[in-house]
């Protein structure tokens, strides 16, 4: 009887887990790659970025119908290449082991160290948002720590994907770097794999399920997840100044971005100012909606998931606003207008779940407290924007609500700073990367005791006796 022929979906997976088992055996064979070879891989990353800068950014457009290249430059190929450039630097220092306390009257002569090595084998599973940025910069973070990646992209990325499998070879081997396209909803496959670490941007209910499957293997995960991240523009904050930059990261990538405003506070006299400077705005920017420089959204699911949650706030009482001239555009290039919602209550889809999409829902409030209360009565955001003057009412916002990371007086610009951890807590996410945490999470910070030429703890090894016992008293009342 002739053998069953595998079908494309099983195909799939036998070719994963054979990547996986061939990066694993390679691990195995050099476990420790020194720092002038973590430094070629990482400038070999750098080139496959730069060598192919015009092909990725067109492969990022024809994924989303529409993709503003000055969008995808800054966000992903600059922060991307400046990224690799700061790690580089910084990366000597990174891998020295760690000289740590050691207490002498216990152990004399001891020495002790922590010492970062590879973990081996991470698996990277990538959304379709920005996927040249969060395909690379955690690669960033991968390679400094010596390690080899799979990375599985979207299947809403099949443009991207496809080049980058393309080209990878001719600047890393299988054994180094894979990527993975996701043609066959092999998700679940992939994170049940035995990865040392398993990294996953995405949405809350997905990141459980990944969560599930590593658990079988006792894989630690690093979730980077969404949520409703809220503004909070206080009193003392100009308005004008406020609504520029809200708006420009409000409508950057068209608002599908994790760390995006999902809602604003503001004190109730101001919201007028607010909608009129923001209404001027959308139109000086974006006079043309169907202009390249304002992003598609990325399907036509999720497009007519925006018109839902637009009509679901008319139909319960939102006051809704279509910032743009031009009307509802061209439903063909999935070009969605701008829109504020006022008048917003709990029971409304916008302010029940992320909405990843230029929708802006407006709350007002009369004391700070009651921002405060509202915020801590939901999930942990994955960010938080206080716009204010006044340190102290900063620090009350930054004291009193947990949230993955904050931008004071402007949005999102936590996320590229190198020198600070990128992550979420809560429902928002957990672990971090970018810089220096990435180099850690990465690696197994490993501790090293080292015994001096004199062991102190030989008085107290058996038979004990009431020497024993008062060199222990002693001790205990020096501890104290």
């Known amino acids: 009887m002739s053998a069953k022929t595998p079908t494309p979906r099983e195909h799939t997976v036998h070719t994963l887990t054979q990547s996986f088992e061939s990066q694993r055996r390679a691990y195995l064979n050099d476990p420790v790659p020194g720092l002038a070879a973590r430094i070629q891989h990482l400038r070999a990353l750098s080139r496959l970025v730069q060598d192919h800068q015009d092909a990725i950014i067109k492969a990022i457009s024809d994924d989303f119908g529409n993709r503003s290249s000055t969008e995808t430059l800054f966000c992903e190929i600059f922060l991307v290449l400046d990224g690799i450039k700061d790690t580089i630097k910084h990366l000597k220092r990174w891998m020295k082991p760690q000289r740590r306390h050691v207490k002498q009257m216990l152990y004399p002569g001891s020495k002790n160290k922590v010492i970062p090595q590879p973990l081996g084998v991470v698996g990277v599973i990538v959304p379709w948002n920005f996927p040249a940025n969060l395909t690379f910069a955690p690669l960033t973070s991968i390679f400094a720590a010596g390690n080899r990646a799979v990375v599985k992209l979207s299947d809403r990325s099949g443009h991207f994907v496809r080049l980058l499998k393309r080209v990878a070879g001719d600047y890393f081997p299988p054994e180094k770097l894979v990527f993975v396209e996701d043609e066959h909803e092999i998700g679940p496959d992939f994170s049940a794999l035995p990865f040392d670490h398993l990294l996953f941007t995405g949405s809350g209910q997905t990141g459980r399920a990944v969560m599930a499957n590593a658990a079988a293997n006792l894989t630690p995960v690093t979730l980077e997840l969404g949520g409703k991240s809220p503004a909070i523009v206080a009193e003392d904050y100009p308005i004008e100044i406020a609504a520029e930059r809200l708006m420009y990261w409000k409508l950057l990538n068209a608002g599908q971005i994790c760390t995006s405003v999902d809602y604003l506070f503001l004190p109730e006299a101001r919201v007028s100012a607010f909608v009129d400077k923001a209404k001027h705005l959308v139109n000086q920017r974006y006079p043309d909606l169907q202009s390249s420089d304002y992003t598609s959204i990325i399907d036509e699911r999720s497009y007519q998931r925006l018109w839902a949650t637009v009509d679901d706030a008319r139909e319960k009482g939102a006051t809704v606003i279509n910032m743009a001239e031009g009307g509802e555009g061209d439903g063909s290039l999935r070009k969605f207008p701008p829109h504020i919602l006022l008048n917003v209550t709990d029971d409304m889809l916008v302010m029940q779940r992320e909405i990843f999409g230029p929708l802006l829902p407006i709350k007002t409030y009369r004391k700070r407290e009651e921002v405060v209360e509202y915020i801590k009565g939901r999930d942990r955001p994955l960010a938080l924007y206080p716009f204010t003057k006044s340190a102290q009412t900063r620090d009350y916002y930054i004291e009193r609500i947990i949230s ?59 038979p004990y006796t009431t020497t024993t016992s008062k060199i222990l008293n002693f001790m205990i009342r020096l501890a104290r």
């Open 404 to 462: 993955g990371g904050v931008s004071v007086n402007n949005c999102i610009l936590h996320v590229a700073q190198h020198d600070m951890p990128f992550g979420g807590v809560g429902a928002s996410g957990m672990g971090h990367y970018h810089g220096y945490e990435g180099f850690t999470t990465f690696s197994k910070l490993r501790p090293v005791f080292q015994q001096g030429f004199f062991d102190g703890l030989k008085p107290l090894m058996p």
